[in-house]
């Protein structure tokens, strides 16, 4: 094993720590990567529970301590995937130590923050990377190649939305989503859809949004006998203009019953179009305008939507959600080499933030914001 | 042939023209009518025009006047699928003379002149129906049903659309389509999904929209060397509230590239939701919440669905556009014999056009508009 | 109304009387037909049935006997929609007249009869039409022009399949489809996809099928107390080579628990391929091979697909399932003039009936048969 | 770390070489694995390659025998990826160790042989596995359990098929699936949707297979200006007969030009009806039959459906080919602890197998075999 070593410490052992424990235990037997990840520290709330998480996901030693692990020599990357409030004074501590910072979305729970972020680690020269994980699909990335390219003619339209229904049910207790600071269904996946809004189309200029909050009282986490009151929303409906002179619509809604992953979206262009959905994430529908054959075409993953040949030697195989988390740990080793430039990082994680917010502020002042 | 005889005069041999003509000849043969359509007068611009259409569609007599087919004493119900800007006269006229009147949509260039048309019919007590055959749909009616017996509980999101591409290409003339009187893509398309909006969810209370005209110039109709300037939109999205306290958002987009019949919604309640395109207008997605077995149900129009029987014996056989017409004029034969209500109305469909033209209201002011 | 009429007798006034009807009647205000189609005659089993129909459906006048029907002068065309034992007798006896003949599939009880019918037509001279309407389909129409061409190469692969739930009920009642007599899911629904594999592939040359009864007794028709046994088949499976070289596999299936009209078929070409079902019928996929955006496209039908143009100016629109009795009204009427040759004819039919009853061989013998 | 260790030892590192070691390295973060795997050995055809793969796949030894890796006394679990013709020498001789093994399909080059194996096995008692991954797909498991409750009632009809366009290509170059000992697509992908019908609807009686060769020659491998002659099919129709009583047909094609991963089936029963493919893996399309609501469910596989919760939290983030391979190593290592009983073993590799040869002599005698 000739491959130099990097040591990773990772930050909360939730559903996302599992997903990033994954990711760097695989990336290597599937990517040609530049440093071999070797799972360090592990840090969670107490002792048993770092302990635990230690055991179940690999990791040779653990904390209930955060800035142990961040201080700790052999860790060369901090992944972050504490609760959002969390995220500002690890990754701010981490910028302090050099390390490379790889963290969970959103990034902050204001943009000022994010920003404060941002500017700090651009300071200190390190590496970030916000785990945007969507946009890391094959078929995104394709999308985004036909656009750039001119395949689809001039955007002229977006309808977006980043629905689900984890939050329909009254009953859903209160959490760190719904708690005013950055929770919300646009806090939490608008900003899904808005990140990859971007990533295709470039940046939003003005927005227009109607924020609803059906549930209006949630049980307490710890004692669903008491209700508390719920001031964020479960669905906002936005209007859009970006910069280059496309405009739409964008949806955000936790509460949409049918939904499970419906990150969608319809871009058209003056010569074809392109329709994706997360429900069918290995598929790609690609208009094109070809006299009595006009129609979608329903394009599949395979060895020709790079990286998707790392996964599986023909269409058809599928990738997965994991997988997305394997294609972004293997960027992030590549960015921590000083290969690539890591992208989505805090800068832009702050942009999208600062878009969230522009539209939080519209639906107040019922008018249009720039962003 | 025992049934009673009715008088149709038809004003206007364009497709819509066809269309009806299509519809009053075969509905007798489908639905057990009141009384039997009789093509009697056919009018269109000019005698050879009028000639040659009763000649096609298989009406007695024709003439270049619509004022002599109004006052035609045989004529018992006046169908107008003349331009637009003559739907207001004919039907002032025909008011006057107490028949029925069968409208195309846009009923007026303007919401004031819609309501001038609908408050005449109101005070002379004629029957009145307005083309929005889309609403004709037996899924249509099927998931009004389910709405208004609370099946998907209480609704709180409108997601809908009309997108089609008959104008994206930048070379397609200018007509009255492009016309600042009345036309635009908001007012050509997106009045068929607000009507429908309102059928399902009832009034709309308050918009914001955003217009945009992709294609500045159009050549001229009858001298293509020459452009025109083009001042109404191509695309339109706009926020919508609903009296009832749903909200959502609705586009209309006739530069739609990939689409050519997205009359779309998705329509969220607390209980299930509910989803259908007119580009597969006999199904409708319905979602059920069962656990380990939620996921939306495609329901294929069937004889459960009245009145589609009238067509077919059995599900899988479907109904086309042009019988969504014939269930049309079924109604309309009903409201003339007085056996039912004509819905939509002229009435109706003035509210249809005051909410389009508050969308154009709130276009200019950037602000929120109340309807 | 200068065009030369022509005087329609028919016989039968159940689901596809009314069809026959509702065709006869729109078919010139749609197409420009060469004569004008008069309802003169229909033929019911009893007086008071043959008024009724009259006066539904607008035929001039009525009778009991169809034998007085063939042998009316007013009637020029002969159309069939009785019981199929009637089919030969009536057929028959037209043909002796020399009149036109629009005849009901399956066309005789056996092939044998099919082919004294055929041979008879041939040696009169007459017009005859068989009522396969689902060859009138302008995706159909496409997709035998695209396999003719050579655009999907040549073709090595067929799956095809009709199959709908009508029968799936235990409880379904005896009748003319379960009779031994030319009865069966594969006489009764078999017939329609083997009729469009000719269409689009030529003929089949061998067969082995098997064919299963699951349902072996129903209640009598009119006294559901007492039950019958069923000889004929629910499904059938059977393998196909054409004579093209091609071969694969088909199911006739009437008790299809799921499905109501799953008239579909995947033909593979060296090139390309093609994909289509009923349940969509507005709707053909066609594969194409590019490197990168392979996959089916999805063309909605429009006016590039003729007639579709004569139902809807516009794709998106949809035409159903009566309007291919239309059509198939359209090519009738050119036949008779004499503008086109009828097809598929009686002719026709027998090869299909043949095909049917070689599948029903092979099952009894378990080897494969030519057909 | 307290959890035992199990030796690995990998013969093989192609694409399926890859996938045993990815689940490898994956399985203890995602399953609550009784042991923890390390790859201790891997082998390849030469000590270059095999140098290589262990660098690539982080395994600790290499070898160019697997000879050496099968007698290593550190290697518990004996991973077969290796060419067909070597699966039976190599499980022969880990049978004789003892050892547990994990062996992909074929299982071998004849039924005899694979008879052989399993009988050795089971003499020996040893635990066996074969990879017939896709029925680790919990949509699967989902469909089995309604199935086997009763809940689409008693199944009459089966549709299945595996088609992909691996060798449409007339230039696709002869390789040891085109080799006469145990090649061809019946063989290859056949045996797919076999083990699966047979998981869902119980033991094949009766075949009737038609198989065609479309290819007739092929480049050889290492000189493309030589074209070797092919003897194996290109596509197989086949009829089938189960020994619930139920029966249909199935279809094995590698030259399906538009296809990549068909491995798709309905099946129907007298309740209900289930549909699947391995194109949209993370769905089932359940029908259930209620009036006036009937259709197919399109079900997402979410936690509910087990295991899918263990790779994610919630529906619609999707799992992939590679997280089946994951379920079936937590399977193996499961059954190595012997927690669980292995399956599909080495017997059942056989019947599968058993089952192919069956069609292939039906072929050959163009009549029905009893399997």
Partial sequence: MSKSEVGIGLVGSGFMGRCHANAFRSVSGLFDVACEPVLRVIA????????QAARNLGFARCTDSWKVLVADEEVDIVAITAPNVLHAPIALAAIETGKTIYCEKPLATTAAIALEMA????????????GFNFLRNPMIGLAREMISSGEIGEVTGFRGRHAENY??????????????????????????????????????????ADCRTFHTTRPE??????????????????????????????????AATARTMDLSWEITGTKGALAFSQERMNELKVFSNIPGRS???????????????????????????????VIEVAELLAAHAGITNASPDFREAYEVQKTVEAMQVSNVSRQWVVV
């Fill in 44 to 51: 969670d709330a107490t002792p048993e529970l770092a302990a």
């Fill in 167 to 208: 939050m329909s049910d009254p009953d859903a207790p209160h959490s760190f989503r719904t708690d005013p600071q950055g929770g919300g269904a646009l806090a939490d996946i608008g900003s899904h859809i808005i990140s990859m809004a971007r990533y295709l189309l470039g940046p939003i200029s003005d927005v227009q």
């Fill in 295 to 325: 129609g979608y075409t329903r394009i599949e993953a395979g060895p020709s939507h790079p990286p998707y040949g790392r996964f599986c030697p023909a269409p058809g195989h599928h990738i997965g959600f994991n997988d997305l988390k």
């Fill in 119 to 130: 500017e700090a680690a651009e300071a200190a020269n390190v590496v970030t990377l916000v």
């Fill in 221 to 254: 986490c710890f004692d669903s006998t008491k209700r508390l009151p719920v001031e964020v929303d479960d669905m906002t409906h936005a209007l859009v203009r970006f910069e280059s002179g496309a405009s739409g619509s964008l949806e955000a809604n936790w």
